[in-house]
């Protein structure tokens, strides 16, 4: 006698496709959804505009965050204190996010990137920033982030270990490719 060979998995049965269709909405639903839908397009016009804002603090992502009407602004490069002339690239989910065209102001504290690519490249964001405020802003961002999201308040952290090396010795690289020659004509 064959042993006989047991199915695997569980097979769902024939189902109707589901049906879908508009909720009937009163008129002050309808209403609700009208004015959400303006509100974001009053919002996204705001994208490719320049604006001169001044960064008030940096993110635990390591951008730098300007405040315009009420709204969050996440910058590529800047620290605290510098007026900029940005552009907006973007808006989701209640932020914008910009790309910092000129420093108008600088900031206290702020020194000459040491790399010559530091504004295109995108890879060492806070090169401008001094080395012992780099410091202190991380470990005002590690406090900031226990009291949001663990509700602690009034700790008191190490302090953070400065490295002997201030330049180049991160071990995280970023790079970015583009195709800038003219692909051969074929003949």
């Not at 609700?32 to 505009?49: M, P, R, T, Y």
């Not at 914008?96 to 530091?118: I, M």
Request: charged share 20%.
């Amino acid at each position: 006698m064959k042993p006989t060979k047991k199915k695997r998995g569980v097979q769902a049965p024939k189902q109707a496709a589901p049906i879908f269709f508009e909720p009937n909405l009163g008129e002050k639903e309808k209403d609700q959804l009208s004015a959400n839908s303006q509100n974001k397009a009053a919002l996204d016009h705001l994208i490719g505009e320049e604006l001169e804002l001044t960064v008030e603090s940096m993110a635990p992502s390591g951008q730098a965050l300007c405040k315009y009407n009420g709204k969050t602004v996440f910058l590529d490069l800047g620290m605290p204190g510098q007026k900029v002339l940005l552009k907006i690239t973007g808006f989701a989910r209640g932020v914008y996010t910009a790309q910092r065209l000129k420093v108008l102001n600088t900031a206290p504290g702020q020194v000459q990137p040491f790399c010559s690519y530091f504004e295109g490249c995108g890879g060492c964001s806070w090169q401008e920033i001094a080395y012992d405020q780099q410091l202190d802003l991380k470990s005002k961002s590690v406090q900031e982030t226990l009291k949001r999201l663990g509700s602690l308040e009034n700790i008191s952290l190490h302090p953070i270990i400065p490295s002997p090396q201030t330049q180049a010795f991160r071990a995280k690289m970023e790079f970015a490719f583009a195709n800038v020659a003219k692909p051969a004509k074929k003949q």
